[in-house]
């Protein structure tokens, strides 16, 4: 399984910003991808996910109302769209995965790991 991270970046608090991950190497198609965070000196946190074979979408309560996860099928890849962020969305993010029908946010399931994107909010 191969998960590529983009479109982190540097924005002020209350903009927005688009992550991609390109997915691909998957040997079925009951599979989960998320999108984990982990900022320094913290745990890592799941934020949201999306089954790939029940399109059932999870949020952490952290980032309810403001992020949206999303699949783009023929391209192969999740998008996750964040809103009105904050300076405590600051952290790395990557792009995980693991197999399985039913998406969690815990970030203890994933097994496949994208490199990171670093998304930083200044306030």
């Known amino acids: 399984v191969q998960l590529v991270e983009s479109g982190g970046g540097l924005v002020q608090t209350g903009g927005s910003l688009r992550l991609s991950c390109a997915a691909s190497?998957?040997?079925?198609?009951?599979?989960?991808i998320g999108w984990v965070r982990q900022a320094p000196g913290r745990e890592r946190e799941g934020v949201s996910c999306?089954?790939?074979?029940?399109?059932?979408?999870r949020y952490a309560d952290s980032v309810k109302g403001r992020f949206t996860i999303s699949s783009d099928i023929t391209k192969n890849t999740v998008l996750l769209i964040m809103n009105s962020l904050r300076p405590e969305d600051t952290a790395t993010y990557y792009c995980a995965a693991y197999y399985g029908t039913n998406c969690l946010v815990d970030s203890r399931l994933y097994v496949s790991w994208g490199q990171g994107t670093q998304v930083t909010v200044s306030s």
């Open positions: 190497g998957f040997v079925s198609g009951r599979y989960n």
């Open positions: 999306i089954s790939r074979y029940t399109n059932t979408t």
